[in-house]
């Protein structure tokens, strides 16, 4: 079964990159980074996101006394780092057909965190937005770590998304433990329901 408007990624794109699908209906993820071969690498922690949890640390004072300003310097900093460090990957990254990425990605000259900040105007913020700002530019930092991104929500309450923070507290319980597990299932979910958002036994 195709999705909606047709597949978007198939492999013609590697030497054409414009066709994507004259029907697709949604937004894919970004072509080159599931089509890299070599160079993408598997990111643990970067130093993005040492600089984002520092801006956040002297934003509330943890560990730290509180410094909004020393704050404001380390988020400049994590942003900086992250726009040096996803340039890099696509300067150094390539098709399987051998074409850079680069060649059909234009990155404007003036993108660094100078031109963020006239744009964002974090400075002129009050605290809890600009703690905010550091929660959603380190959110999208996250684009390549899924499980970051929604460890940060999470814990947060403040990542960029409609509606309420996120709350999810538990997995769902498996159609199989249903039907295997039958009688252990019911006293549980008359307990606490298969809701990821109620908590579990031990967080209440």
Request: glycine share 8%; net charge negative.
């Amino acid at each position: 079964m195709q999705p909606d408007g047709g597949i978007p990624y198939e492999y013609q794109r590697d030497v054409a990159y414009a066709i994507k699908g004259s029907g697709c209906l949604y937004s894919p993820v970004n072509y080159y980074l599931v089509r890299d071969m070599d160079y993408v690498p598997d990111v643990l922690f970067t130093g993005a996101e040492i600089l984002f949890l520092r801006a956040e640390a002297y934003m509330r004072g943890i560990g730290v006394p509180a410094d909004p300003g020393q704050a404001g310097t380390e988020f400049l900093g994590a942003v900086q780092f992250s726009l040096d460090f996803w340039q890099h990957i696509m300067t150094n990254s390539k098709l399987p057909t051998g074409i850079p990425f680069a060649t059909n990605i234009t990155v404007p000259s003036n993108v660094n965190y100078i031109s963020l900040q006239s744009n964002l105007n974090y400075f002129a913020l009050g605290q809890a937005e600009q703690l905010e700002m550091i929660y959603a530019q380190s959110w999208v930092d996250f684009f390549m770590q899924p499980q970051q991104a929604f460890a940060l929500a999470r814990r947060t309450y403040s990542t960029p998304r409609e509606g309420a923070g996120l709350q999810v507290y538990r997995f769902p319980i498996p159609p199989t433990e249903v039907s295997y597990n039958s009688g252990n299932w019911q006293s549980t979910y008359g307990t606490s329901g298969d809701n990821l958002m109620n908590k579990l036994w031990w967080m209440n």
